[in-house]
């Protein structure tokens, strides 16, 4: 079990060295380019959780989990705003 977990743990090692690796080089070929890669990851991100707020699993996670705070009341607002639309 021991020899699992090390083996993720050196592969996910790996995997952000390269990360880091493929980044610094993006970084020194050019500058404009390393910033569009990162807006685009951004963007992408953005759209992404956007969806994910509208789906039925964060309604759900904020029930079950009794978090109290913006995205709740964010996520009743769009709620009842969706009852209203039809």
Do not use: A, P
Not at 4 to 10: A, F, P, S
């Amino acid at each position: 079990m021991k020899r699992k977990q090390l083996g993720k743990k050196v592969m996910l090692g790996k995997g952000l060295f390269f990360l880091v690796i493929w980044l610094i080089s993006i970084y020194s070929t050019s500058t404009f380019k390393f910033i569009l890669f990162v807006g685009v990851v951004s963007i992408v991100w953005l759209i992404m959780m956007f969806f994910w707020l509208n789906t039925h699993f964060s309604r759900m996670v904020c029930e079950k989990m009794n978090i109290d705070g913006k995205w709740c009341l964010f996520l009743e607002h769009r709620k009842s705003s969706q009852r209203f639309d039809k």
